[in-house]
Structures are given as structure tokens and as C-alpha cells.
């Protein structure tokens, strides 16, 4: 594979800032450390500047290319910086240093790739234009994407296009996966709020018993997909939570179930929704509950722009060859707030293999230190093309 040979030398140096950033992680916004980790960095590799606090804790570095620009291109590289509430299952010598919290989905490895790519992008300067690294705190449900683009990214730093990327288990190290169009749900959050009859468990006739009113409504969200989306469309209804009652002898007067539901399309996010209201309410209406349902669209839908997939796809190439780039990859029902980043300019978002590795969110997950070379070579090269002198 040919990887960039000054980003090779610079592979056990890249894991190291990825293996400290794994020891110490932090959650949503509140990433100060690593934050000002990767100030600190940015300004010793020599970044034109390097601007703090975008999206509440978000940095961003700029770095201009040496070669004659007439264009005035500027293109954007993020990667993400948020940890998740999960005790680490992992025995490593760089395993969480902090109780409840693990780098879980491999943002320690996206930071550290796009540090790479940072410092070798400073040092050769082989394009003309602009490229404008982005470090977003928050994409584990807290919409830091979201944040950064409120705050003005897109407008302060004149990037034109975006782009991201995602280590994916499962897929081989050495390889890419991306398509056009939809790459990633749309997540929406589902909250319902069930209020019956409590009273003594020994007289259930005279109560009207919301753990059952609960498990009825879990049964009967479920034929929404089976029943009323195309099945050639795509949905999942999850619920997650189910909390009522405290002990065994009495019927709870409310409960609460939490869950989410996750498209593709408009069109089925629009029905899911409808649905949802319409069978919580008849199921609870049905056993003399009623149930409120209060639905929270989150992240929309990761959508390739189809330019931009092309061009990604073509980049990937470079670095690891045709065939070990799928540009239909399968799209997955995982969500990502870099779909704001592409509601508001062109641009793409590629999965990189992780190998045979634990899932994402999995407390014995790990990022794959051997991925290292070919996402920072992946980040690189996609500045030198999109940018030519």
C-alpha cells in the first residue's frame, strides 16, 4: 500500500498521542484536556492559526498551502474528540485512567490521525489553497457538529467542502467504505410518558396497570416496521428503557419508556413519527392508560454528496488500491452529527477498516493502531488532490 513515507515515520509518534488521548478520556464538551492538546500541537507543527472555542470547546487549525493559489479553495477535514460513559473492559498499559469513561468508538484514533495528517501538511505544504482541520467535541449525543456550524465554521474559515471519516470493526485493515446519498441514519429520540391506576398488586381489576400498558406499547411499535414501512426502505424502532415501580407488591401509578428510531429517508422518518404517536396512544387508550409521546428529531441523515463521494473514493484509492475501496458500502443504522457539517457544504464521509476488533461501543473496543498510517495518508492525500498547485 503506498503509504506516505514521512506519515510511516511518523506512526509510532501519531500512536502515542492517540494512546494518551485513549488514558484520559472526557465526554461531550467538557474535552478541555485533549482540547488543549491539540491547540498545543497545532501550534508547535506551525499552523497559520489555531483557533480555540468553536462549538463551545471545538478547535480549528489553518494551514495554507506553499504553491501559487488563484482558486481561494478552502476544504475542511474533522474528526471528533468525545468520549463515552462506559467502563473499559480492555487490560492495556494505556487503558482509561478515568472510572466510567472509555474511548469506546475510536475518536482518540480519528484526533490522533488528523493530528498526523496536521503535521505533515505543515511541514511539506505540497498544495495550493487552504485546509482547515476541525477537532469537534460533543458527537456522542451532544450535537457538537451541530455547535461548530451555529458558531460559524463553514462561514469564518470559507471552507467549501467537508469531509470525515470513521474507523469501522468489521471491515479489514487497509480497506475504505463509503457510498453516494444516505451513508447513515437519521436518529431520532422517543420518549413516553404512561400514566394508569396504581394500587395494591393483590387487586390489579380495580388498577390500571402501566407495566403492562408499557409491554404492550414495546409489542406493538414493533409492526410499524414490520407493517407500514416499504420493506425496501429502512427503519428501526428500539426501545431502551423501561422504568416503573420501586417494589413487588404494588402496581405502579406511571412508567417511562426511552428508546430511538433511526431512517433513512424523509419520507419514513415522517411516517415513524406519525405512527409512533398514533399506536402509543390507541395501545395506552386500549387498557384506560394514557401515554404521551414526546419525539425529538436529533441527527439527520449522513449524506454523501455524490461529487464529493466520488473524489473521497478516488483519494482512498491512492493510499490502498481500487479493489479494497467498496464506494457501495451498505448504509448503517448508526447516526453521526458530521451530517450537519453536510447539510451545510458538499463533501463526504468514508469508513476506514479497523479489523477484527470488538464493536463500537463496546467496553473491550480498541482503536487499531494499524490504521493509523493509512487514515493519515488518506487525510494527506485528499489535501494534495483537492488542492493541486
Not at 478515568?98 to 469506546?104: F, Q, R, Y
Not at 482541520?133 to 451532544?142: C, K, L, N, S, Y
Not at 413516553?192 to 400498558?213: M, N
Not at 433511526?262 to 390507541?282: A, F, I, M, Q, W
Request: one cysteine or more; proline letters at 5%; a negative charge.
Amino acid at each position: 500500500m503506498p503509504i506516505v513515507n514521512r506519515i510511516a515515520d511518523l506512526h509510532g509518534e501519531i500512536t502515542a498521542w492517540r494512546r494518551d488521548i485513549h488514558a484520559h478520556p472526557e465526554l461531550l464538551y467538557d474535552v478541555h484536556r485533549t482540547a488543549a492538546s491539540v491547540a498545543e500541537k497545532l501550534k508547535s507543527f506551525g499552523c497559520d492559526e489555531v483557533v480555540t472555542g468553536i462549538g463551545r470547546t471545538g478547535v480549528v487549525g489553518v494551514i495554507r498551502g506553499s504553491k501559487r493559489d488563484d482558486s481561494g479553495r478552502v476544504i475542511g477535514l474533522r474528526a471528533d474528540m468525545d468520549a463515552l460513559p462506559i467502563e473499559e473492559a480492555n487490560d492495556l498499559p494505556y487503558r482509561s485512567t478515568v472510572p466510567g469513561k472509555m474511548h469506546a468508538c475510536g475518536h482518540d484514533g480519528h484526533t490522533a490521525m488528523l493530528l498526523g495528517a496536521a503535521r505533515y501538511l505543515t511541514e511539506t505544504r505540497n498544495f495550493a489553497g487552504t485546509a482547515v482541520v476541525i477537532f469537534q467535541p460533543a458527537e456522542e449525543g451532544g450535537a457538537g457538529g451541530k455547535a461548530m456550524v451555529q458558531d460559524g465554521l463553514m462561514e469564518r474559515f470559507r471552507i467549501q467542502e467537508v469531509y470525515g471519516m470513521h474507523n469501522y470493526p468489521g471491515l479489514p485493515v487497509g480497506q475504505f467504505g463509503l457510498r453516494p446519498g444516505p451513508l447513515m441514519a437519521a436518529a431520532d429520540r422517543l420518549t413516553i410518558e404512561i400514566e394508569g391506576r396504581g394500587g395494591h398488586a393483590a387487586r390489579p381489576h380495580i388498577c390500571v396497570d402501566t407495566v403492562l400498558v408499557g409491554a404492550q406499547i414495546i409489542n406493538q411499535v414493533q409492526s410499524i416496521v414490520a407493517r407500514n414501512v416499504d420493506p425496501l426502505q429502512a427503519a428501526v424502532i428500539s426501545i431502551c428503557v423501561f422504568q416503573a415501580g420501586s417494589t413487588d407488591n404494588v402496581i405502579p401509578q406511571a412508567a417511562l419508556l426511552r428508546g430511538t428510531a433511526r431512517s433513512l429517508t424523509p419520507e419514513v422518518r415522517d411516517l415513524l413519527e406519525r405512527r409512533l404517536n398514533e399506536v402509543v396512544t390507541g395501545t395506552a387508550q386500549l387498557y384506560g392508560a394514557t401515554a404521551k409521546l414526546t419525539y425529538k428529531r436529533d441527527y439527520p441523515v449522513t449524506r454523501n454528496h455524490e461529487q464529493q463521494a466520488a473524489f473521497a473514493a478516488a483519494v482512498a484509492a491512492q493510499v490502498v488500491g481500487q479493489e479494497r475501496v467498496d464506494d457501495r458500502f451498505a448504509p448503517v443504522m448508526g447516526a453521526e452529527d458530521f451530517s450537519f457539517m453536510l447539510e451545510a457544504r458538499p463533501g463526504a464521509f468514508i469508513f476506514v477498516g479497523n479489523g477484527d476488533s470488538a464493536g463500537l461501543h463496546h467496553p473491550a473496543y480498541d482503536f487499531n493502531d494499524e490504521t493509523i498510517p493509512i487514515g493519515t495518508s488518506y487525510w494527506a492525500k485528499l489535501v494534495e488532490t483537492a488542492l493541486p498547485g
